[in-house]
Nanobody
Framework: QVQLVESGGGLVQAGGSLRLSCAAS????????MAWFRQAPGKEREFVAA????????EYVDSVKGRFTISRDNAKNTVYLQMNSLKPEDAGVYYC?????????????????WGQGTQVTVSS
């Protein structure tokens, strides 16, 4: 089991940037895919971005393509989400997620561990 702790959330104006971090501990971080999901009030948790074990293969939901970047540092057991040009609709609780395998982390069915979440608020 992987333990995940997110940080970096906060309040930002529309058009601003935030970088979320997720520190992992437990079994081999460098061998598993990682992802970020988010959940807005009254809405279901949705996929935002995923990265495979190597860091070379990435996937994004269409609404964040070109604005968000997922990355990982396997030496630091950390995954990041750089969020630029933030919009009010990007607001919500952002969850770090660890996949069950090396390649897939794009849906809740393939997630083995979840973080507690970090709040992102975007003011218009």
């Amino acid at each position: 089991q992987v333990q995940l702790v997110e940080s970096g959330g906060g309040l930002v104006q529309a058009g601003g940037s935030l970088r979320l971090s997720c520190a992992a501990s437990g079994r081999a971080f460098s061998s598993i895919a990682m992802a970020w999901f988010r959940q807005a009030p009254g809405k279901e948790r949705e996929f935002v971005a995923a990265i495979d074990w190597s860091g070379f293969n990435k996937e994004y939901v269409d609404s964040v393509k070109g604005r968000f970047t997922i990355s990982r540092d396997n030496a630091k057991n950390t995954v990041y989400l750089q969020m630029n040009s933030l919009k009010p609709e990007d607001a919500g609780v952002y969850y770090c997620a660890a996949g069950k395998t090396s390649y897939a982390a794009g849906s809740p069915s393939v997630i083995g561990s979840w973080g507690q979440g970090t709040q992102v608020t975007v003011s218009s």
